[in-house]
């Protein structure tokens, strides 16, 4: 009896795979932790484009770590307070600075790759638009990691 059990849900699943493929429908399996990951990364970018800075900084671990052009090459350590000046002179440069998600890419079990564009005014007055990709590690709902690549010349 269990053998036809599994069997059968075999049977079911497979069937709902080509069901699914024929109907061109892009089958997706997210595990939970991605779904978590992905709604801290919403709420990150929530939190930076309200500015609300401290409650951003919040969201990584104690002493996390950056790769950011913006910091120079290597990778660089960073704690909370670090975090959040770091974005309060941001802010304080780029008053109306907003960054927008193009995409979100849950990549294994503690990493979210995310294409962003970040915008503002220069204090010259002057508009930018920066494409940029994040890579974040999470661990334990915290991020540990915020690679961040772009072209910053």
């Avoid at 069997?7 to 997706?28: D, G």
């Avoid at 969201?59 to 090459?73: I, R, V």
Wanted: hydrophobic share 40%.
């Amino acid at each position: 009896m269990r053998k036809q059990s599994i069997f059968f849900f075999l049977l079911l699943n497979t069937s709902l795979l080509f069901n699914a493929q024929a109907n061109n429908e892009v089958v997706i399996d997210i595990e939970h932790n991605d779904l978590n990951n992905i709604e801290l990364v919403n709420r990150y970018f929530y939190y930076f484009n309200h500015h609300e800075w401290e409650k951003m900084s919040n969201m990584y671990g104690n002493f996390a770590e950056f790769k950011d052009p913006s910091l120079g090459q290597g990778i660089f350590k960073q704690s909370h307070k670090q975090v959040l000046m770091k974005y309060q002179q941001l802010n304080e440069l780029f008053s109306d600075i907003h960054d927008k998600i193009i995409k979100v890419y849950p990549s294994g079990k503690d990493n979210v790759i995310v294409e962003f564009t970040s915008s503002g005014t220069a204090p010259d007055g002057s508009k930018f638009e920066l494409a940029i990709c994040t890579i974040f590690t999470f661990k334990d709902g915290l991020i540990i990691k915020d690679f961040s690549y772009f072209d910053d010349y």
